[in-house]
T-cell receptor, first 113, second 114 residues
């Protein structure tokens, strides 16, 4: 079983719709969770971090975390064509002095104008 | 926000060449730097973790003698791909993490070995 799983997509939504991206993780001691956006040929860009159960909102983005279900999601409201990218879910597991990120394989999102 | 600068952005060179990639944290002290490799249509794979002033910790399957990592200061880490071969062609990305800072990534280096 992969440590961090995402639906690879592609996920297509019309402009203005809500895009919902999901991620599950296997290690219960995971403490920190991140969503990165990666445009083709570019490096990942941090868009959301979440550390406790519940919702966290930042502009058009909402991250949701449910540690009991080992599930984290990202909602993008009022999706724009510029949101078209691959979204990477990352989980951080504290291990000694290193706090490594484990990435999912990413979900490719296309927002259709 | 935290900025990580990575240089060069693109390298094309002949097989057998050694290539050095620099990663700098510009506005924070990166106590830990990470080096990743990403092949087309795949996710990031961690190669190694380096802490300032100590030897890097390599992930399983990554040759430490081929991928030399130096983290001499809190703002600079380098990755040297020694005697590069076509199978080393990939997108190499560094990230820096400081206290109370999540990982921020450099812009990546696209390495093409002919």
């Amino acid at each position: 079983q992969k440590e961090v799983e995402q639906n690879s997509g592609p996920l297509s939504v019309p402009e203005g719709a809500i895009a919902s991206l999901n991620c599950t993780y296997s290690d219960r001691v995971s403490q920190s969770f991140f969503w990165y956006r990666q445009y083709s040929g570019k490096s990942p860009e941090l868009i959301m971090s979440i550390y406790s159960n519940g919702d966290k909102e930042d502009g058009r983005f909402t991250a949701q975390l449910n540690k009991a279900s080992q599930y984290v999601s990202l909602l993008i409201r009022d999706s724009q064509p510029s949101d078209s990218a691959t979204y990477l879910c990352a989980v951080q597991i504290p291990s000694g002095s290193a706090r490594q990120l484990t990435f999912g394989s990413g979900t490719q999102l296309t927002v259709l104008p | 926000g935290a900025v990580v600068s990575q240089h060069p952005s693109r390298v094309i060179c002949k097989s057998g060449t050694s290539v050095k990639i620099e990663c700098r944290s510009l506005d924070f002290q990166a106590t830990t730097m990470f080096w990743y490799r990403q092949f087309p249509k795949q996710s990031l794979m961690l190669m190694a973790t380096s802490n300032e002033g100590s030897k890097a910790t390599y992930e399983q399957g990554v040759e430490k003698d081929k991928f030399l990592i130096n983290h001499a200061s809190l703002t600079l880490s380098t990755l040297t791909v020694t005697s590069a071969h076509p199978e080393d062609s990939s997108f190499y990305i560094c990230s820096g993490e400081g206290s109370n800072q999540p990982q921020h990534f450099g812009d990546g280096t696209r390495l093409s070995i002919l």
